[in-house]
């Protein structure tokens, strides 16, 4: 290559990557020019000292008694309309209706959509965004909300302190497939390029969450894509849900994070932010270490219950062997006893028997006698 050739090439770089930067809307992705590492450059706030997500090291945690469990409102009543999925280039959105929110928090919060965050496909490689003492899970499920006590809608709430809170669910892999994740995935074919977009049966939401919903770890955050805004309060279940290894593949593997008309496609995967520096923010725990081994009040119930059964059982049986023993002066009587009502009982079955077997071959003879009459009454 010549030098003039050089000089233009270079200049053309310099006037390509001014551009970029002046453009308002900045596609940015996982890896890549504006990855992860670069955002902040484009993204202030991705750069600030409370962003999420965060590595929870279980040791460093501080119980709190007074993180209630969460309850999500409306959750199940998903109505008739049809929800939309979205793919939005950086995961699969589901936008939920105005009438699911969440108590539990000292505001209510509305919700407003729910997306996923994966790895690439191959197993033992985690997609979740949290992590626990340095583990990742395999994937990451995220239910948005806005506070709609303090803030109008959900772009006024966004760059607010206070102004989002977010479930962060935990999803493992095991044998057993997870129906509820299927009124997702199993749609998921339907949007596999960028911007595409499709309705889908509206579903029970909370199906998505974990049983448990009062053991979580709580902390102050940010959203996990760009803009970052440092808005959010955190809530990550400790309880995880479980989808099949399929359904994880098929989760990671089916989706583009390129456009239907790009020439060259993109799988949309691992499309997960590394964990942030804590920066001296404290990890609240709504349990106590210890408090997994404790008795719920059911299991306290449970045992009350088995031990009184226990102790009537063992009065039974104590009261029938020291009558046993009163009535009959040695063990040589009770033994003489026996045989004598037995005989008669056999007697009895025996003749029974036989009445019985009378009875059938009569019956039998009568039945071979009119063979077709039990067919007949079953025509109306
Ligand atoms: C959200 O609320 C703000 C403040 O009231 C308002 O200016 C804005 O238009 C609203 N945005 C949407 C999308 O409704
Ligand atoms: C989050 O920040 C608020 C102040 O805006 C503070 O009152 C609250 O305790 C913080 N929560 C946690 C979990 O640190």
Known sequence: MNSPALILLLIFLFFQRTAANSVEEITWTYSGSVGQSEWSEYFPDCGGASQSPVDVTTTQTKYDPSLVPVTPLGYSQHGN??????????????????????????????????????GNGSPGHGGSEHTIDGRSADAELHVVHYN??????????????????????????GEETNPAFNNIINYMSRIRHADQKEFIPAFDVQSLLPRSLGRYYRYNGSLTTPPCYQSVIWTVFQERVQISKAQLLKMETILYSSKAEDSHRMLLQDNYRVTQSLNHRVVLASFSAESGKELSSGEVTAIVIGVMCGCVGLAVIVRFIVKTIRSSSSWDVLHNNRPAPSPRVNDQEHSKEKKQDLALSTTSEAEKKEEPSPSSPAEP
């Open 81 to 118: 309309q049809p929800f939309s999925l979205h793919n939005n280039g950086h995961t699969v959105v589901i936008e939920l209706p105005g009438w699911m929110g969440l108590q539990g928090l000292p505001w209510l919060f509305t919700a407003v959509q729910l997306h996923l965050h994966w």
């Open 148 to 173: 709609s006590e303090l803030y109008p809608n959900m772009s006024a709430a966004m760059t607010q302190r206070d102004g989002l809170a977010v479930l962060g669910i935990f999803i493992e892999t």
